[in-house]
């Protein structure tokens, strides 16, 4: 299976980026994984919030895959449990799989509108940074699921 997440901006706090590289460390053990990080749009001043998601975005699409399926997280997407994500996993694991996960000032609407999928982590709002470590706990307690392997408690 090949995975690529696809997200805006550095993680600057160490324990994320700690999280981060353990759980992409046992992604690998399973599937084909990229991490592709796109700069954040630096624009300074009020009212620049719809210009710096646009921009994000067309970031964004340079690095998406055409013939890929493609989710992307929103907090008005669908929840899934940990077990039924699994299952979607494996349900799409013939395909080239494109997880997006936006910036501070969030994901432009048109991918959004575009996307295979759209799934929610929370009903709470994240932290972006945190958004992608769960992200990447959640593929790796999938790949623990499906294999019957004792992570998932």
Same mark, same amino acid.
């Given at each position: 299976?090949?995975?690529?997440?696809?997200?805006?901006?550095?993680?600057?706090?160490?324990?994320?980026?700690?999280?981060?590289?353990?759980?992409?460390?046992?992604?690998?053990?399973?599937?084909?994984?990229r991490?592709?990080?796109?700069?954040?749009?630096?624009?300074?001043?009020?009212?620049k919030?719809?210009?710096?998601?646009?921009?994000?975005?067309?970031?964004?699409?340079?690095?998406? !895959?055409?013939?890929?399926?493609?989710?992307?997280?929103?907090?008005?997407?669908?929840?899934?449990? !940990?077990?039924?994500?699994?299952?979607?996993?494996?349900?799409?694991?013939?395909?080239?799989? !494109?997880?997006?996960?936006?910036?501070?000032?969030?994901?432009?609407?048109?991918?959004?509108?575009?996307?295979?999928?759209?799934?929610?982590?929370?009903?709470?709002?994240l932290?972006?940074?945190?958004?992608?470590?769960?992200?990447?706990?959640?593929?790796?307690?999938?790949?623990?699921?499906?294999?019957?392997?004792?992570?998932?408690?």
């Amino acid at each position: 299976m090949q995975l690529t997440l696809i997200a805006i901006g550095r993680i600057t706090e160490p324990f994320i980026r700690d999280g981060c590289t353990v759980y992409g460390e046992r992604i690998r053990r399973y599937a084909d994984l990229r991490l592709i990080v796109v700069p954040e749009e630096r624009i300074p001043g009020k009212g620049k919030r719809e210009y710096i998601i646009h921009q994000e975005g067309l970031r964004i699409r340079e690095k998406l !895959s055409p013939a890929g399926f493609t989710v992307v997280l929103d907090e008005r997407g669908k929840f899934l449990s !940990s077990e039924a994500f699994a299952l979607f996993l494996e349900k799409n694991s013939r395909k080239k799989i !494109s997880f997006i996960l936006g910036g501070p000032y969030g994901l432009d609407d048109s991918l959004k509108k575009e996307a295979d999928f759209r799934l929610s982590l929370s009903p709470m709002t994240l932290v972006h940074s945190m958004a992608r470590m769960l992200l990447l706990e959640q593929i790796y307690r999938a790949f623990t699921l499906l294999r019957g392997e004792p992570y998932h408690k």
